[in-house]
Nanobody, 118 residues
Framework: QVQLVESGGGLVQAGGSLRLSCAASGRTFSGYKMGWFRQPPGKEREFVAAISWSGSSTYYPDSVKGRFTISRDNAKNTVHLQMNSLKPEDTAVYYC???????????WGQGTQVTVSS
């Protein structure tokens, strides 16, 4: 059974940093684009970052560009999200996912809560 498990969330003050991890089990996703998404309280889920299968290309929305860095280790079947200069508006449940087809994401994990206090 395919499973993605996120970890690394927590409570941090504004300006602080967190590093999220996503571990995949059940199969390898080394040939797929991987991504991070988040769902703030009372809002819809939104795109945060993505990385190509090789790791050579990364994608970010303007809201996190320059502050967040996505990386992957295909040998360990893991994806990471380094989050720096965190802001209260980054508060959300963060999820990782696999791009199963272009712009179609699946195998969602259970999410990890990130709370940034002002």
């Amino acid at each position: 059974q395919v499973q993605l498990v996120e970890s690394g969330g927590g409570l941090v003050q504004a300006g602080g940093s967190l590093r999220l991890s996503c571990a995949a089990s059940g199969r390898t996703f080394s040939g797929y684009k991987m991504g991070w998404f988040r769902q703030p309280p009372g809002k819809e889920r939104e795109f945060v970052a993505a990385i190509s299968w090789s790791g050579s290309s990364t994608y970010y929305p303007d809201s996190v560009k320059g502050r967040f860095t996505i990386s992957r280790d295909n040998a360990k079947n893991t994806v990471h999200l380094q989050m720096n200069s965190l802001k209260p508006e980054d508060t959300a449940v963060y999820y990782c996912a696999v791009e199963q087809r272009p712009n179609t994401w699946g195998h969602w994990g259970q999410g990890t809560q990130v709370t940034v206090s002002s």
